[in-house]
């Protein structure tokens, strides 16, 4: 079963310049709605294992890729493709919504 991979401000250049499409939830232990999409990015990390990378950042131990993405409302997540983002929702959402922005970069 795969898992989020948990990204910091020292490995995230390397992780989202992947071949692969990334997911980026970014979120914090005191965030509410952070707690409620968690355990459906774990689910994604498992479900698209070996196909999209899923990952995330704690904004308040990763300050700097936070503040380069302009991230203020919790939780954010940013989906990639060749390092560069293609997709954002701000926001818990129902897990088939996030599915189908890493389904979309994988065509």
Known sequence: ?????EITDSNFEEIISSDQPVLVDFWAEWCGPCKMIGPV???LAGDFEGKAV???V???AN?????KFGIRSIPTLLVFKNG???DKQIGAVPKNV???K???QMA
């Open 63 to 67: 300050p700097e890729v936070s503040a």
């Open 58 to 60: 704690d904004v308040d």
């Open 84 to 86: 560069e983002i293609v």
């Open 1 to 5: 079963m795969g898992k989020a991979v």
């Open 98 to 100: 996030l599915s189908e």
């Open 54 to 56: 899923i990952g995330k």
């Open 102 to 104: 890493i389904t979309a």
């Open 41 to 43: 990015v774990e689910e």
